[in-house]
């Protein structure tokens, strides 16, 4: 198992066993992980008491949570419409030609993860990538390229 089992009861120990804890102890869980695999998701229904289609029905409401494995490092090229009209489509095909892969997917190294977005409220910014929560105005193609390499080497 991906996540230890003891990893895992320590978190819902922390909400007593609360079922109404759940959003947070699947984020919790999540962090460790970068995602929520099947076996970790029955772990939650057992200790909280909670059905497993209602776990899934949670995990798969919310964007935050991923039930596919995710990237060390999430980049997110937003498509909003100002960033539309301010070349974001051009801006994700040098993303997607840098990182391999395509919105949706995660890296076989299990480095990135690349997914789009509709607005991130910085329009006047646009177009806008986001990579690991920093934000990026309009980079050059040499500027995602370093910024991608900057990634991949860290520790
Ligand atoms: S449309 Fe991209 S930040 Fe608003």
């Known amino acids: 198992m991906v996540q230890e089992l003891a990893e895992i009861d320590e978190i819902v120990d922390k909400y007593e066993g609360d079922e109404s804890g759940l959003i947070q102890v699947l984020l919790e869980v999540q962090r460790e992980n970068r995602w929520l695999p099947k076996d970790t998701l029955k772990r939650v229904s057992q200790r909280l008491g909670v059905p497993l289609t209602q776990i899934y029905h949670v995990a798969t409401f919310y964007k935050a949570f991923s039930l596919m494995p995710r990237g060390r490092h999430l980049v997110s090229v937003c498509l ?64 995602i390229d370093q910024i991608i390499t900057a990634k991949a080497i860290e520790p």
Do not use: H, W
């Open 80 to 143: 909003g419409t100002a960033c539309q009209v301010r070349g974001a489509p051009r801006l994700l095909d040098k993303v997607t030609e840098t990182l391999k892969i395509k919105p949706g997917e995660t890296s076989t190294d299990l480095q990135f993860s690349l997914d789009t977005v509709n607005c991130l409220g910085c329009c006047a910014l646009g177009p806008v990538m986001v990579v690991d929560g920093e934000y990026y105005s309009k980079p050059t193609a040499k500027e």
